[in-house]
């Protein structure tokens, strides 16, 4: 069973950078899509990056575009988010999903959480200005 557990979050400044971590706790990630959804107080959670299972197609929200990049491990035991530029708006929970589809990787497919039959706990990111 695969049990995801989100790391590397905390405060930091407008302009820092932080490494979110997504590993299982039972089962591999190896055969799984990955991606980070987050959810700021009192919006709607909403997709941030995806990734697919071989590492090489990568997807990201225009408002994350250029300034996070997701990545997996040589394993592909664990999914990174790395955020560089960080902004106030980018303070939220962020999620980490996982997804054992086999559809069309396209955006839309990626965005959307019905996808998903894990998630993580969530681990706070706040960005102050």
């Known amino acids: 069973q695969v049990q995801l557990v989100e790391s590397g979050g905390g405060l930091v400044q407008a302009g820092d950078s932080l490494r979110l971590s997504c590993a299982s706790s039972?089962?591999?990630?190896?055969?799984?899509?990955m991606s980070w959804f987050r959810q700021a107080p009192g919006k709607e959670r909403e997709f941030v990056s995806g990734?697919?299972?071989?590492?090489?197609?990568?997807m990201y929200a225009d408002s994350v575009k250029g300034r996070f990049t997701i990545s997996r491990d040589a394993t592909k035991s664990t999914v990174f988010l790395v955020m560089n530029s960080l902004k106030p708006e980018d303070t939220a929970v962020y999620y980490c999903?996982?997804?054992?589809?086999?559809?069309?990787?396209?955006?839309?497919?990626?965005?959307?959480?019905?996808?998903?039959?894990?998630w993580g706990q969530g681990t706070q990111v706040t960005v102050s200005s």
């Open positions: 990734i697919s299972q071989s590492g090489k197609t990568q």
């Open positions: 039972g089962g591999t990630l190896r055969f799984l899509r």
């Open positions: 999903a996982a997804d054992s589809g086999v559809g069309v990787g396209t955006l839309e497919y990626y965005s959307a959480e019905r996808h998903y039959e894990y």
